[in-house]
């Protein structure tokens, strides 16, 4: 089994103040005994973003954990992506929302997951059952 993982694992994981610090060690452990951990491009961006952290951080903590980048992502996971982010956006109008809150980062996560048949590891399933109903997610 493959488990793909959410950038908020892996922030979570990284700061031993946050409450799921702890959740976050014990499901990536949970999943790597299960089989291969993988993060999309999307992700690996994100992650730099955090405080202190730059590409040589990043990649070494993804050798370190035998955690693997996926750096493709073709045209149906990108056509994935826009159509879950359309169908999200005209939620959100429906709702009288008018601006999305969601990036379109998270639906490019979501689509790799799910059309490359792999589990998400996330603590944010409400966005990933919501734009990719049939997408296996673990917490």
């Not at 969601?102 to 919501?130: C, M, P, Q, V, Y």
């Amino acid at each position: 089994m493959i488990t793909a993982i959410d950038t908020n694992v892996l922030i979570a994981l990284w700061d031993k103040d946050d409450v799921t610090n702890v959740r976050a060690q014990k499901a990536l452990d949970k999943a790597q005994s299960k089989g291969q951990l993988v993060v999309c491009g999307a992700v690996f961006a994100e992650l730099l973003g955090g405080e202190d952290k730059n590409i040589v951080v990043v990649e070494s903590f993804l050798n370190e954990t035998d955690i693997e980048i996926d750096w493709t992502i073709d045209e149906k996971i990108w056509r994935s992506a826009a159509t879950a982010f359309q169908r999200y956006v005209a939620r959100r109008r429906k709702q009288r929302q008018p601006e999305p809150r969601r990036l379109i980062t998270d639906f490019l996560i979501g689509s790799h997951s799910f059309e490359r048949g792999f589990t998400l590891l996330t603590f944010d399933d409400r966005i990933f059952k919501a734009a990719f109903p049939k997408l296996k997610i673990v917490r």
